[in-house]
């Protein structure tokens, strides 16, 4: 089946442990990406890639590493969680970009954060 | 980055159609419109897609304007099930994506 896998799915830390949230497509997408989600915001990009090895940040990356050393993961690591990244967190995929026509996002069900 | 502009909240009646239009006035050229709906915390759905021409899959119909400053996205039978939050996105050729904060559409009985 084709998915996007996120683990784990719910996860209460506290501020400065460093965390990693796992991503996994088995779909050979190009692109994946990590979103956001805080009430009353939408989903808000925080890095995206568009290949492997090649990332770039999104509307708000501060606080988030990501890295892409193969194609079918895209781990997010929080180095030194502070409790303003406390959110719940998607990750997708896709074949390609907008502007082909392959933009369609696959998403993962979500991770929910708590910092504490 | 193409940015998009949605009415934050919608009531449509059971049987009925639901419009949700969406505007994206700095839409570029090769730039496709996405549409996506959540429910409650899921993961979106993907739901249609469009660059130019009007489209039309099992769930939904979305027609753009001729100037593709605007789109609007048609559930022909809005069920309860169609309860959820609409996003119309633009993706730029560079992977950049804002979802903004969509619409809320309530189908009541």
């Known amino acids: 089946e084709a998915q996007v896998t996120q683990n784990p799915r719910y996860l209460i830390t506290v501020t400065g442990k460093k965390l990693t949230v796992t991503c996994s497509q088995n779909?050979?997408?190009?692109?994946m990406s990590w979103y956001r989600q805080d009430p009353g915001l939408g989903l808000r990009q925080i890095y995206y890639s568009m290949n492997v090895e090649v990332t770039d940040k999104g509307d708000v990356p501060e606080g988030y590493k990501v890295s892409r050393k193969e194609k079918r993961n895209f781990p997010l690591i929080l180095e030194s969680p502070s409790p303003n990244q406390t959110s719940l967190y998607f990750c997708a995929s896709s074949l390609s970009v907008g502007t082909s026509g392959s933009g369609r996002q696959y998403f993962g069900p979500g991770t929910r954060l708590t910092v504490l | 980055d193409a940015k998009t502009t949605q009415p934050p909240s919608m009531d449509c009646a059971e049987g009925r159609a639901a419009n949700l239009p969406c505007n994206h006035s700095?839409?570029?050229?090769?730039?496709?419109v996405y549409w996506y709906r959540q429910i409650h915390s899921q993961g979106p759905q993907y739901i249609i897609h469009g660059l130019k021409n009007n489209e039309t899959n099992e769930m939904a119909s979305l027609i753009i304007t001729e100037d593709r400053k605007s789109s609007t996205l048609i559930l022909p039978h809005a069920t309860l099930r169609d309860t959820a939050v609409y996003y119309c996105?633009?993706?730029?050729?560079?992977?950049?994506?804002?979802f903004g904060a969509g619409t809320q559409v309530v189908v009541t009985p």
């Open positions: 779909m050979n997408h190009e692109y």
């Open positions: 996105i633009v993706m730029d050729s560079w992977g950049k994506l804002q």
């Open positions: 700095t839409i570029s050229g090769n730039e496709y």
